[in-house]
């Protein structure tokens, strides 16, 4: 178990300074997942296609937060269904790790959505497509959007 919790910590930093310095909460929590665990599934695609999902999707804020789906897509990596095992069923493990990250995240963020968490971060939302309104919001969150970067490759390296 101390390989994995140092494992865990490494990848929650890589995660962090990934989202202070480029953004895009989705793709940090995979890269720094991609990058510290051995054996890691996520890949260079897995990557790419989670750039749209940033900002509750395509910025919209309606969404989860882009971290808490870079968590659920890693743990997916690994744990969920594959294509050709569509007729075996659910696959219901996969579907309780993720829902046991999602309680945990609203426990500690106080929501789930980029709204909900802009709104707890900074009092109010945002339009993340006007420049001034997303400058603002930057400005405003400080690290916490980090924050939850973190937090999510945390858990999640802790559930790989």
Request: glycine share 14%.
């Amino acid at each position: 178990m101390g390989d994995k919790c140092e494992i865990a910590e490494r990848a929650a930093s890589v995660a962090r300074g990934y989202e202070l310095d480029y953004g895009c909460c989705p793709q940090c929590v995979l890269a720094a997942v991609k990058e510290t665990v051995p054996g890691s599934r996520v890949t260079e695609e897995t990557i790419k296609a989670s750039h749209g999902l940033s900002g509750g999707g395509a910025l919209s804020g309606t969404g989860l937060c882009g971290s808490l789906v870079g968590g659920i897509l890693a743990l997916g990596t690994r744990r969920g269904r594959d294509r050709d095992k569509f007729e075996k069923g659910k696959f219901i493990g996969n579907f309780k790790r993720c829902n046991e990250l999602i309680g945990a995240f609203a426990e500690r963020f106080g929501g789930t959505t980029c709204r909900e968490l802009q709104e707890r971060f900074t009092g109010r939302t945002f339009d993340m497509w006007d420049e001034q309104e997303f400058a603002e919001f930057a400005r405003l969150r400080g690290e916490r959007c980090a924050e939850t970067a973190e937090f999510v490759t945390r858990l999640v390296v802790e559930r790989l």
